[in-house]
């Protein structure tokens, strides 16, 4: 690691890990919501219905949370900077490949190797930061410079893509990663230095293959089932399929010939830990599965242009990133700040805002929509902090990685199951009633989530972050 004192030049190396990062985190997030707005000239040109829309969206994300947790223990084991470097890689190559996709099926291939991009880049660019800024100043500095990153990709995504689409076509909302991957890529190799390696970490491959095939077998059976029918045999074998992978997944998990499991459920024994993953859940399904909504509402029931359904959105993308800033001087302001006023009121605030566009439907005016967007956009911004202080407080330091990564994992899991429920209940074509139902079904899990917020973190001052605490003392330790 680089001296605390570092000079000039290793100064220099800080800024270089910083915007190698930065760009690559701001290309994952940006991926997750650019998509949208190109998903009705997709449909139209690929000849592609509802039920493809949706695997386009979530092949991606299914994949990208299937491999959170087994990616940084390989940063570990193989070291941060190679995995990071191959994550890039193959996310870079793979828009390549989503701009030239000929077909739905190349085009869903091509994002499934997207998702495995995001997933190896996520976890080790932290890493990466963490090892590559010594001082802790400089560190929070860098670490708040790469969050930030993100909080650009959310708040430009509808716009980008609007512009990209309407002036280039929906090929140029990948192709666009390509210089920005390749420019990220360079920078970490030539300027940001190599961190250290734990060869002995042991990969969960059983668990995490077994991850892969239940999580990809509910996500088929959701999607699936709302166009083809819930008795349907596929819908019915995948959802049995879902109940014996999981039994073997904690099977696994729980056998003691499994080293070092990639979800040790004991954790799961501790109230917070588990109510704030089931939280993370909740959010992501209410706000990615209401963008992917609106996404096509906007453009298929309104008839508006890509760009124009971009501005539209441009309140709710630009009030969670502002949001994400107010929470995170919320739980900032004191060390004893307890995660449960940001994570319920924050939550219980989206879902107001959710519960209006349900109530004004997709096609009111630009005036009752804009302040719906935004409280629902403030609201769950708030929240996002607050989660990361939750899980973080309810583990040992030790495990603050593994918290983090359980925790990101339910969250894009949760966008998976919402983009595949509320995506079927929209219909298609979309319908005004089946938009608002959509919006209505979104606006009951974020209320869901506040409540579990307020259930969870009853005993208000409890709940702490592991910093400000010694490891062991997590409230709901089993």
């Not at 302001?333 to 989206?350: I, N």
């Amino acid at each position: 690691m680089l001296p605390a004192d570092a000079g000039p030049a290793a100064r220099r190396s800080e800024r270089i890990a910083v915007v190698a990062t930065g760009s690559a985190f701001f290309m994952v997030i940006l991926d997750t919501s650019v998509v949208n707005l190109a998903l009705p000239s997709i449909a139209a040109e690929l000849h592609v219905g509802l039920a493809g829309l949706q695997w386009i969206v979530d092949g991606y994300a299914l994949v990208f949370a299937s491999l959170l947790l087994s990616a940084g223990s390989l940063g570990d084991r193989l070291g941060a900077k190679p995995v990071f470097l191959l994550g890039l890689l193959i996310f870079t190559g793979a828009s390549a490949l989503c701009g030239a996709a000929p077909t739905q099926s190349a085009l869903n291939a091509a994002r499934v190797l997207q998702g495995i991009g995001a997933a190896l880049q996520l976890p080790t660019s932290l890493a990466l930061l963490n090892h590559a800024v010594a001082d802790p100043a400089r560190r929070a500095r860098a670490i708040s410079a790469w969050a930030g990153a993100g909080a650009l990709g959310i708040a430009l995504g509808p716009v980008v893509g609007g512009v990209l689409v309407e002036a280039v076509g929906w090929r140029a909302i990948f192709l666009v990663n390509i210089p920005v991957g390749a420019l990220g890529a360079w920078l970490a190799w030539r300027g940001v230095p190599e961190s250290p390696r734990a060869p002995g970490r042991h990969l969960d491959v059983a668990g995490q293959l077994l991850a892969i095939i239940c999580l990809a077998a509910l996500t088929f059976a959701l999607i699936e089932g709302g166009h083809v029918g819930w008795s349907a045999w596929p819908v019915a074998g995948a959802a049995g399929l879902v109940a014996l992978a999981a039994a073997a997944l904690v099977a696994v998990e729980l056998h003691p010939a499994t080293v070092a499991p990639m979800l040790p459920l004991h954790l799961f024994r501790r109230a917070t830990f588990s109510a704030t993953t089931a939280i993370g859940l909740l959010h992501n399904l209410g706000v990615y599965g209401q963008i992917f909504v609106l996404s096509l509402a906007l453009q298929d029931l309104r008839g508006v242009s890509p760009l124009r359904a971009g501005l539209l959105l441009l309140p709710l993308t630009a009030a969670i990133a502002a949001g994400t800033r107010i929470g995170a001087r919320l739980v900032a302001a004191s060390r004893q700040t307890t995660p449960a006023l940001p994570l319920a009121a924050g939550h219980l605030v989206g879902a107001a805002g959710a519960l209006a566009l349900a109530l004004a439907g997709p096609d009111a005016a630009v005036a009752i929509l804009a302040p719906a967007l935004l409280v629902l956009g403030l609201g769950v911004g708030t929240t996002t902090p607050a989660m990361s202080v939750a899980i973080l407080g309810a583990v040992e330091r030790g495990h603050s990685g593994l918290a983090a990564g359980v925790l990101n994992a339910a969250r894009q899991m949760g966008g998976v199951i919402g983009v595949a429920v509320l995506g079927a209940l929209v219909g298609s074509p979309p319908s005004v009633a089946g938009v608002s139902l959509g919006s209505f079904v979104g606006a009951s899990a974020l209320a869901l989530a506040g409540a579990l917020a307020i259930a969870a973190f009853r005993d208000d001052g409890a709940e702490q972050p592991s910093s400000a605490r010694p490891a062991g003392e997590a409230r709901g330790e089993g």
